[in-house]
């Protein structure tokens, strides 16, 4: 069976120090990985996808940035946080001609930015 | 036009009762509305979704309705349980998009 994990479950970083998120699938080869970011009390915002290695879309460029170094794997980074980064952060994956395969979510990253 | 638009932000249902979200779209190319629930510190998982071709879609307690000409359409909760207290996002896309448009969300509890 599929799955999905994110590490860390939970991160507290000054502003402008660097993040690096990481998710990884198993179970599956060739997935659409996403990138979300969910505010307190707020919808889901796309903020990165990739439909294979090294191939990556981005939707709020602002100062994250995304990777895709291995098939399964799909790391998100800063370089310097900002308060406003802070937020609930998903990734999710999904197989097949894209959005109308069901996404899968992990289990989400909380970053507090102070 | 992208923008999926859904209402209300929140919603109290008491046990027993119907719990009815709504959400909009203006895009008459999307073709695939999921919808998503969410319960606190979770990811979303799918609950149940629709196409176009049929104006609803029930799944045990949960029901989407479908309303093309109007670009509308809505989950349904019958018989509302407290275990269904979570978030509730619409969603919409169409086939060969990648990207999938979600509403922002209405936050339901389920009263006893």
């Known amino acids: 069976s599929q799955t999905i994990h994110q590490w860390p479950a939970t991160l507290v970083q000054p502003v402008g120090s660097p993040l690096s998120l990481e998710c990884t699938v198993e179970?599956?080869?060739?997935?659409?990985l996403y990138w979300y970011r969910q505010a307190a009390g707020r919808g889901l915002q796309l903020l990165f996808y990739?439909?294979?290695?090294?191939?990556i879309s981005s939707e709020v460029p602002q100062n994250l940035s995304a990777s895709r170094p291995q098939d399964r794997q799909f790391i998100l980074s800063s370089k310097k946080l900002l308060l406003s980064d802070s937020g609930f952060y998903l990734c999710?994956?999904?197989?097949?001609?894209?959005?109308?395969?069901?996404?899968?979510f992990g289990p989400g990253t909380r970053l507090t930015v102070l | 036009q992208q923008q999926v638009k859904q209402s209300p932000q929140s919603l109290i249902v008491q046990k027993g009762g119907i719990s009815i979200i709504n959400c909009a779209y203006e895009?008459?190319?999307?073709?695939?509305f999921p919808w998503y629930q969410q319960f606190p510190g979770k990811g979303p998982a799918l609950l149940i979704a629709?196409?176009?071709?049929?104006s609803e879609k029930k799944e045990g307690r949960f029901t989407i309705s479908f309303n093309k000409s109007a670009k509308q359409f809505s989950l349904h909760i019958m018989d509302s349980q407290p275990g269904d207290s979570a978030t509730y996002f619409c969603?919409?896309?169409?086939?060969?998009?990648?990207?999938?448009?979600f509403g922002t969300g209405t936050r339901l509890t389920i009263i006893p």
């Open positions: 969603a919409a896309t169409y086939f060969g998009n990648e990207k999938l448009t």
């Open positions: 629709i196409r176009p071709d049929v």
């Open positions: 179970g599956t080869s060739n997935p659409n």
């Open positions: 999710a994956w999904s197989v097949g001609q894209g959005a109308t395969d069901t996404q899968y």
């Open positions: 990739s439909v294979g290695i090294g191939q």
């Open positions: 895009n008459t190319a999307f073709d695939y």
